[in-house]
């Protein structure tokens, strides 16, 4: 149970009020949820930049394009003439040294002349220019009288926003909210608080809404990195927390003598890299070792992960125990059995795939099978975790692209035995520094060289403007018996995002050219269907498969040489790099065509750059690091690696480390949290939502 000194900032947004169902569709947008945000999302939502509104010049000293706040007195009106509804209205005003002109455009009858009465004095606020050899302030930021000014802040934050939601109804939301903040205890320890000089929470969260210095906002600033520490320190302690319940009692061993994996080997068709034996080998020592094995295996896309996971799957085999492997969609778990089953068999494991479309008979009878021990590795979905799937010895999790899944998944799998071992298989290189915040303390293999006879990626950014060209050259490839992917980003509802090409309309007008050699698959068709249409595509019948990011996982096309993204500068650099990796995997040299609309962004010339320049998804995961930093700041969103909101690894990666020997602390000295200490932690994993581990405590 959340502690109730929480509730006040877990209280709906909408319950501010000025914040209706408008306004909550917007902020579910800004703020990356999929139901109604929270006080906690509005004050996490941290300030980009902030406008200075302390400059007090006289009108003759305004500097033009800076934001000045002017104290003027109103000479006269020019309201809009009657059927000139573009002509501005203007307000004459001036002081001692000089005049200044105030313009509104399309204002409403009468509203001007209330906000600026003829003859009295008010400060106004905004940007200035020179106009004509005129001074003028166009539309300004804010209008207050004598006693409006004491209330006038000299700095406001300014946040990133989505179309529809204006910056002043976001700073008085968040205005509201900093108001129902409640006084909770202090969670970091005294003598760290005094080493790092870190301000109190509420201090924290004052200065970066309501700044009083300019330098309050920055990320490497006191403010910020309170914050920053709070959120890793949250992150570190539930991973230790759940590090902890791993630990297997001594004594149990969970491999055999290696005649299982000797088999599998034997039936490869090609010889395993080195840095797939030496992967394996690792693992092998993990599972004899009387601790749980909490491994992570990263390998760039196409890398050959499968087959160290199946022969992973073979050493628990061996000693009688039997291992799952959890995939995030349905595409990803049939390609894998697929992989699997053939070497499998030759090898005497028993598998089978278990996921939402087995139904009926045919799940009773694998959940039948698993419960008695007949079937040695099961793979699937989400499907896995599903109460009434019991094995007789689960002693192995493998768990495939991880970053898809919560900690909660992680954890349902793994109860399913008896100190399960687990691995986790990730596409998406991450930096090392990184993976500690992401996974915590985890042992690493790297898949680094590629299975050999790999053929080079040939990338090119082309403009949407040139799509009759490429559809030209896609028929080309077409009539050369080539197989191609058609990527379409999603169609998100969101109006801010109307351009995008959806999927369904795509594939409706290349199949007015290519006939029936076009397929199609997304999300949201039935799992018979989308196979039905990927083996067609794997055999040839089918030649241009319009996909969405279905395939970014996993699949396994080999012979497929072409790949078309379009609006490729609304997909992130991971995200690219995983949807590149579906070509190149044959012998054959591919292609990669990334269409782009015009104008195109710093931030996406700068990705589509990089991914042209390379492969190594190492360095495209540095650079996207870098980039990301930028991102933040100028309001780009991208999608990858999720779980932080205020940290960020380029500055706050001291605290990272310090983070992480704060909570191993924590778990020496008080494991349980007991006491005051011990509470205010807890309030702090349910403030980040970090509190998936709390009921593992005192587990055992
Ligand atoms: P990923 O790491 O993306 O999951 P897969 O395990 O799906 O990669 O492997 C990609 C392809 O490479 C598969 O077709 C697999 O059979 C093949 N493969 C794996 N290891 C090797 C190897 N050592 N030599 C040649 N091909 C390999
Ligand atoms: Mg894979």
């Not at 995939?327 to 494991?349: D, S, V, Y």
């Not at 029936?516 to 990927?534: A, C, I, N, P, S």
Request: with cysteine.
């Amino acid at each position: 149970m959340r502690p109730a000194i929480l509730n006040p900032l877990f209280a709906l947004v909408t319950s501010l009020p000025g914040v209706g169902p408008k306004q909550d569709k917007l902020l579910r947008y800004l703020l990356d949820r999929s139901e109604t945000p929270r006080l906690v999302d509005l004050l996490l939502h941290l300030p980009t930049s902030v406008i200075d509104r302390r400059a007090r010049p006289t009108v003759h000293d305004a500097v033009p394009g800076t934001v000045v706040t002017l104290e003027v007195t109103v000479d006269r009106h020019r309201p809009t003439p009657p059927g000139r509804s573009r002509a501005p209205h203007l307000v004459y005003a001036s002081d001692d040294t000089g005049d200044v002109l105030l313009t509104y455009f399309r204002a409403k009858p009468g509203y001007v002349e209330k906000l600026l009465p003829v003859g009295e004095k008010r400060y106004v606020s905004g940007t200035v220019q020179v106009f004509d050899g005129t001074l003028q302030m166009v539309h300004p930021d804010r209008v207050v009288d004598e006693a409006g000014l004491a209330k006038l802040s000299g700095i406001e934050p300014v946040y990133r926003l989505t179309e529809g939601l204006a910056l002043g109804s976001l700073r008085r939301a968040v205005a509201q909210a900093l108001q129902k903040l409640p006084a909770l205890p202090e969670w970091i320890a005294p003598d760290v608080i005094s080493r790092c000089r870190f301000p109190p929470l509420a201090e924290a969260l004052n200065r970066i809404h309501a700044p009083l210095e300019l330098t309050d906002i920055l990320p490497d600033g006191p403010f910020w990195s309170r914050l920053a520490y709070d959120e890793l320190l949250a992150g570190q302690l539930a991973l230790a927390l759940i590090r902890a319940q791993l630990r297997r009692p001594a004594g149990v061993r969970h491999t055999g003598d290696g005649h299982l994996r000797n088999r599998i080997i034997d039936a490869l068709p090609y010889a395993l890299t080195s840095s797939q034996q030496e992967a394996a080998a690792a693992i092998a020592a993990d599972l004899q070792q009387p601790v749980r094995m909490l491994r992570l295996l990263q390998g760039d896309v196409g890398s050959g992960k499968t087959v160290v996971a199946l022969l992973a799957a073979a050493a628990v085999t061996e000693a009688g125990k039997q291992a799952a492997l959890m995939a995030p969609t349905e595409i990803l778990a049939r390609q894998h059995i697929k992989t699997i089953a053939p070497l499998a068999e030759r090898a005497g494991l028993r598998v089978a795939i278990l996921t939402g479309r087995e139904k009926g008979k045919e799940r009773r009878d694998i959940l039948a099978r698993l419960a008695a021990g007949e079937l040695d590795l099961l793979v699937g979905t989400h499907a896995l975790i599903q109460d009434d799937v019991i094995f007789k010895a689960l002693a192995l999790a493998i768990v495939d692209e991880q970053h898809r899944f919560g900690v909660r998944e992680r954890l349902a799998l793994t109860s399913k035995g008896e100190a399960v071992d687990v691995l986790v298989l990730s596409a998406t290189p991450i930096p090392r520094t990184l993976v500690l915040t992401y996974f915590g303390d985890m042992d690493i293999s790297e898949l680094r060289e590629k299975p050999a006879g790999r053929q080079a990626i040939d990338t090119r950014a082309i403009p949407s403007s040139r799509l009759t060209e490429v559809i030209d050259g896609v028929g080309r490839a077409v009539d050369a018996g080539k197989l191609v992917y058609w990527i379409c980003p999603l169609v998100e509802e969101s109006e801010a995002i109307e351009h995008l090409t959806d999927a369904t309309t795509r594939f409706e007008s290349l199949q007015k050219r290519f006939g029936d050699k076009v397929g199609l698959v997304h999300g949201q068709m039935k799992g018979t269907e989308k196979d039905r249409v990927m083996a067609a595509f794997a055999a040839g019948e089918i030649q241009v498969l319009v996909a969405t990011t279905v395939v970014e996982v996993g699949v396994d096309v080999p012979a497929a040489t072409i790949m078309v993204i379009e609006n490729a500068e609304r997909f992130g650099l991971a995200q690219l790099h995983q949807l590149r990796g579906r070509i190149g995997r044959g012998s054959e040299a591919s292609t990669c065509l990334l269409l782009y609309r015009e104008p195109l962004g710093e931030m996406s010339a700068a990705r589509l750059r990089v991914i042209r320049e390379t492969t190594d998804g190492f360095r495209i995961a540095e650079e996207d690091l870098k980039l990301r930093g930028e991102g933040d700041v100028l309001g780009t969103r991208q999608s990858g690696l999720p779980g932080y909101r205020i940290a960020r690894s380029e500055v706050h990666s001291q605290l990272i480390t310090q983070a992480r020997d704060e909570a191993l602390r924590i778990m020496r000295d008080n494991p349980k949290l007991a006491g005051e200490q011990g509470d205010a932690l807890r309030c702090l994993l349910y403030l980040f939502e970090r509190d998936e581990a709390i009921p593992l405590i005192g587990a055992g």
